[in-house]
């Protein structure tokens, strides 16, 4: 069984900063991408950032320059470091990883949410 935990998500002002941490576990063999997602009421999930196991990233393009995603390999751990945050920030954050258990395929697996809310 394998397991997303995520945390760090709150309430925050415009302008403020937050982290969000994700620690997968369970039995996993390899451990792929990494990634944050997000999804606002009324709007499709979107992808936020991701980081492959060799630590390339991606990020939308609404958030370049202010979101750093990194990952820890030895802990099975991604990060979500999001400053200068906005109201249009405001959104439940996703964490996802793509790895692969032993004697099985590559599995997508999600962590359950964490909000996070921008507001003054």
């Known amino acids: 069984q394998v397991q997303l935990v995520e945390s760090g998500g709150g309430l925050v002002q415009p302008g403020g900063s937050l982290r969000l941490s994700c620690a997968v576990s369970g039995s996993i063999f390899t451990m792929y991408s990494m990634g944050w997602y997000r999804q606002a009421p009324g709007k499709q999930r979107e992808l936020v950032a991701a980081?492959?196991?060799?630590?390339?990233?991606n990020y939308a393009d609404s958030v370049k320059g202010r979101f750093t995603i990194s990952r820890d390999n030895a802990k099975n751990t991604v990060y979500l470091q999001m400053n200068n945050l906005k109201p249009e920030d405001t959104a439940v954050y996703y964490c996802?990883?793509?790895?692969?258990?032993?004697?099985?395929?590559?599995?997508?697996?999600w962590g359950q949410g964490t909000q996070v809310t921008v507001s003054s």
């Open positions: 980081i492959t196991s060799g630590g390339s990233t």
């Open positions: 996802n990883a793509a790895l692969r258990r032993v004697g099985v395929g590559i599995e997508m697996y």
